[in-house]
Structure formats: structure tokens, C-alpha cells
């Protein structure tokens, strides 16, 4: 199998962090406080086919890609490097 591309993406007019949260404006998360103290959750690289695009569950009018319904190729856990 040879190497899969990245799947490309269209860059959004704005910057992608804007301070914090309550200054921009954002709502803080409830369980904000209990998540920064808390070990991150692991991250997995996923190759996929495709994706579908479909509406931001959180940002309505936002999209997002999708691959609910497009089985994977693969799935790897990436490791942390020090």
C-alpha cells in the first residue's frame, strides 16, 4: 500500500486562536476546570477513503468533514515523543 495524502482543506478568513475563551466570547465549557488538570486523551492517526461534509454538531452554519458512514483503512495510536 503506498502512502495515503493528506485530505485538503480550505483555509477559514480568520485566525485560529483568538485568545481566551472569555474574552473572544466563548462560553467556558462546565467541566472546564476538571479537564486542565487532567492527562490528555490519546490521539490516533485514522486513514480514510473519503469523508462527507455535513454541519458543525457545535457551531450551527460551520461545516465539518465527516467519515461516520466510510469505514476506515486504518487506525494507528500515535505516541508521545519527548
Given at each position: 500500500m503506498t502512502g495515503i495524502p493528506d485530505i485538503p482543506v480550505r483555509l477559514v478568513d480568520r485566525p485560529r486562536c483568538a485568545g481566551h475563551p472569555g474574552v473572544a466570547g466563548i462560553p467556558i465549557a462546565a467541566d472546564q476546570?476538571?479537564?486542565?488538570a487532567a492527562p490528555a486523551e490519546p490521539w490516533y492517526a485514522v486513514s480514510i477513503r473519503g469523508?462527507?461534509?455535513v454541519g458543525h454538531p457545535a457551531q450551527p452554519g460551520i461545516p465539518a468533514a465527516s467519515w461516520q458512514r466510510?469505514?476506515?483503512?486504518?487506525?494507528r495510536p500515535l505516541t508521545a515523543r519527548a
Amino acid at each position: 500500500m503506498t502512502g495515503i495524502p493528506d485530505i485538503p482543506v480550505r483555509l477559514v478568513d480568520r485566525p485560529r486562536c483568538a485568545g481566551h475563551p472569555g474574552v473572544a466570547g466563548i462560553p467556558i465549557a462546565a467541566d472546564q476546570m476538571r479537564r486542565q488538570a487532567a492527562p490528555a486523551e490519546p490521539w490516533y492517526a485514522v486513514s480514510i477513503r473519503g469523508y462527507g461534509v455535513v454541519g458543525h454538531p457545535a457551531q450551527p452554519g460551520i461545516p465539518a468533514a465527516s467519515w461516520q458512514r466510510i469505514p476506515p483503512l486504518r487506525i494507528r495510536p500515535l505516541t508521545a515523543r519527548a
